[in-house]
């Protein structure tokens, strides 16, 4: 059994060593402050949660079932027409990635880790960022009764769901596992679709898309606090807003990778 001061020591560690791969650089309090005090929060309770979970039955991969869970759940209490379960719904979305730093460090300290315990990971994160979505819709809803929001927050999940490059990836992972083969490009075609992204513009508009609205905590924190601040005024207005710039977001990422996909035939290169 690891002693608390090693647990703390190794998720210290690994956060530091791999900034780059969580978007935040836990000591870097000039350019990224909320994000760094955040980190450190959920390093510390993380820290003291798998102390006393290393030697239990509970594995990585239930915690981030657990966290997958509470991502669903947060998502509900947004879409019940009452405060108190908006605010409980709210906290819970900020607070709750302290659970999505423990599966990886449990898995760490006990050795468990694995590439399904990743999956499991980023899925549940994935949900929850549509939990969200899902939660700010409602808001929207209720807050004056009107049909229209409740048409957009479908739309934004329809169009999420027949994304071509979601399908794409998700077909080709099918046909690899059963042993068929796959088209080739000629290299030429690659270099030429490889110059077509290194255009400065392309690059800006696809790192925009990338992290506008992303499911990164200080985003939905962010969104958390303005929901929050309207709910307590009972006045919903940047919420519409916010909802209307999802669908945005996802409407131009569903174009956008068509046109990569079916004109410029970039997940052939990639094959």
Known sequence: MKSYHEVRSINYRHRRDEKEEFFVNIDDWIKSPYSSLKARYYIEVSSIIVYFLQN???TPNQISVI???????AGIMLSLDSKIFIYSGLILFVLKGVVDWSDGLLARVTNQTSNIGHIIDTWGSHVGYYSLIFGVG???YNSQNQSIFL??????????LIDFKLFGYHQLFYEILGGKKLLKESY????????YNKKPFIKKIKSFLRYFLDDRSRTLDFICLIVFLEVLNDSIYFTKIILVLFLIKK???FLGNFFEIIILKKLKDKI
Request: charged share 20%.
């Open 67 to 73: 966290y997958t869970i509470l991502g669903i759940f």
């Open 138 to 140: 409602m808001i929207c």
């Open 188 to 195: 030429s075609k690659k270099v030429e679709n490889d110059e």
């Open 251 to 253: 409407i131009t990422t």
């Open 151 to 160: 048409i957009l927050t479908c739309i934004i999940f329809f169009v999420s």
């Open 56 to 58: 239990t039955k509970i």
